[in-house]
Antibody, heavy 119, light 107 residues
């Protein structure tokens, strides 16, 4: 059974940093691209970033480019999102999601981890 | 960047009705289009990919069509368990933009 478990969310002050993690199991992690998608309270889905199976292809939404960094450790079956210079508008539930490739739909999603940026 | 626009933003229909949701891309995306269902308080679920391919386990009352810039999600006979917000997403290249969502309710 595919499982994606996010962690690392919490309350953080504007301008500070936070690192999210996503632990994957139930599939061959290094065969697949992975993504982060967020959802602000009461709002729609926003793709944040994606990374190919070998980290050779990476993409970011304009809203986070230069502030967020996606990475993965295939030996640990883990995906990460380093979030710097956080803003109030980054407040959201952050999901990790599995894609067949970097340009593919997302067939499995985690339950999400909540990030709240507030002073 | 390519924008994805869904219509309507919300709809109310009766059980058994045929429901159609439209998604329009600001530029052509071939068939690199997915549809997701998000029930209240739940995680999004993939319904359709490649514009018209039904994800395994999804009921056959759901169908998708379209190519290029105009796409449609159809529920052939609306059921109470279909109450949800539906999102389209383009995935041909980054950014993998979602539509703003269509909220479906039972009348």
């Amino acid at each position: 059974e595919v499982q994606l478990v996010e962690s690392g969310g919490g309350l953080v002050q504007p301008g500070r940093s936070l690192r999210l993690s996503c632990a994957a199991s139930g599939f061959t992690f290094d065969d697949y691209a992975m993504h982060w998608v967020r959802q602000a309270p009461g709002k729609g889905l926003e793709w944040v970033s994606g990374i190919s199976w070998n980290s050779g292809s990476i993409g970011y939404a304009d809203s986070v480019k230069g502030r967020f960094t996606i990475s993965r450790d295939n030996a640990k079956n883990s995906l990460y999102l380093q979030m710097n210079s956080l803003r109030a508008e980054d407040t959201a539930l952050y999901y990790c999601a599995k894609g067949v490739s970097i340009a593919a739909s997302f067939d499995y999603w985690g339950q999400g981890t909540l990030v709240t940026v507030s002073s | 960047d390519i924008q994805m626009t869904q219509s309507p933003s919300s709809l109310s229909a009766s059980v058994g009705d045929r429901v159609t949701i439209t998604c329009r891309a600001s530029q052509g995306i071939s068939n690199y289009l997915a549809w997701y269902q998000q029930k209240p308080g739940k995680v999004p679920k993939l319904l359709i990919y490649a514009a018209s391919t039904l994800q395994s386990g999804v009921p056959s009352r759901f169908s998708g069509s379209g190519s290029g810039t105009d796409f449609t999600l159809t529920i052939s006979s609306l059921q109470p368990e279909d109450v949800a917000t539906y999102y389209c997403q383009k995935y041909n290249s980054a950014p993998l933009t979602f539509g703003q969502g269509t909220k479906v309710e039972i009348k």
